[in-house]
């Protein structure tokens, strides 16, 4: 990458430097031969005037035809600058479908290949954020209406006492669910303003993700779900509570995810300074244009809205990873694994 920008700024300096040249022949010979003409021609006789004057008359010839000779030159370098700049500027208007054709140029392919992939990134990051907004309005909504409803019953109805705490339960639950959705979009933006890992500490990340099964056992008790923890005690260094995090939003994936009677796998292994943490599922498998897409911000396989969720908890999970210099993916076939690898000491 370091040698391909090296190569482009001597490209642009050569081909600066050739147009440079190329204005400087061209007005030296154009004036020097306008010059000839007018001494040709009898229309400027040099020997009657005094020995400078044809020299300014020369340098003020230059000065004129350079400048009309540089302002149709230039336009040749110049055009894919001035296309950029159109580019931006529509991408600012909020044109984010603006791509640009800059010819054959190296550096001019370059430039095209670079802007065409940022315009790319800023639609895709539009979509994103529009889908969010589509699909988080419809999550948010739906527990608010829930809770509107059941409490009206409540209050307008003389229910039986096992009916008003079965409803009084699905309010108490709709109302955690809103609260974990406000705390997934603060965590996320806590998360992506942080650039260095604080509060290290030595600990154990077996028994902190035994806690995180524990933690969620209403969830996974109520489809009936076993759990293989095929794993011992494992010590790393990293921000125990942010790696908390980590471990409930992909243990809660997997048990949304996974069918009634089903099992869960948590497997882990040492390999030099690295510690492999994969948790499996039998939930469907993913496809592979999701696979890709799935630790985005706010990005959604499902659009129909079966399932719960607003596409936050995926990309917690890769910001705090990727924070503690580890990494994180998924491979999805027979069983859905995602898969945390992160060192076991880290270096400050």
Do not use: C
Not at 291 to 311: N, W
């Amino acid at each position: 990458m370091e040698n391909n920008r090296r190569l482009n700024r001597w490209t642009v300096s050569i081909i600066v430097a050739f147009f440079v040249f190329i204005i400087l022949v061209l007005t030296a010979l154009i004036t020097g031969g306008f010059m000839i003409m007018l001494y040709y021609f009898g229309i400027f006789d040099f020997e009657a005037y005094p020995f400078t004057l044809p020299f300014i008359a020369f340098a003020l010839g230059s000065i004129v035809i350079g400048l009309i000779v540089s302002t149709f030159v230039t336009r040749i370098p110049i055009r894919p600058v001035v296309k950029v700049i159109e580019g931006m500027q529509a991408l600012a208007a909020g044109h984010y479908d603006t791509r640009i054709h800059l010819g054959r140029n190296p550096v001019s392919q370059d430039m095209e290949t670079n802007f065409n992939h940022l315009a790319e990134e800023l639609e895709n990051t539009e979509l994103l954020r529009t889908d969010f907004v589509n699909n988080f309005s419809h999550e948010f909504k739906t527990p608010i209406v829930s809770i509107k409803g059941f409490a009206r019953i409540l209050r307008d109805h003389e229910l039986p006492k096992e009916t008003q705490y079965e409803y009084l339960d699905i309010i108490i639950d709709e109302s955690e669910r809103l609260a974990d959705m406000a705390t997934n979009v603060l965590n996320l933006s806590k998360v992506e303003k942080q650039t260095i890992l604080t509060n290290i500490t030595h600990f154990n990340v077996s028994e902190q993700i035994r806690n995180a099964v524990i933690l969620l056992e209403k969830k996974w008790d109520q489809k009936s779900i076993e759990f293989d923890l095929s794993f011992t005690d494992h010590f790393i260094d990293g921000n125990e509570e942010l790696l908390k995090q980590v471990w409930i939003n992909l243990l809660d994936n997997s048990i949304k995810f996974s069918p009634r009677n089903g099992h869960i796998r948590i497997f882990m292994k040492e390999i030099d300074n690295q510690l492999d943490i994969a948790i499996s599922n039998e939930g469907e498998k993913i496809k592979e244009e999701d696979q890709k897409r799935i630790f985005e911000k706010f990005y959604q396989g499902d659009t129909s809205h079966a399932s719960k969720g607003t596409g936050i908890g995926l990309s917690i999970v890769s910001q705090v990873v990727h924070l503690h210099k580890g990494s994180v993916n998924v491979k999805s076939d027979r069983l859905t694994t995602f898969t945390v690898s992160l060192p076991i000491v880290q270096f400050i």
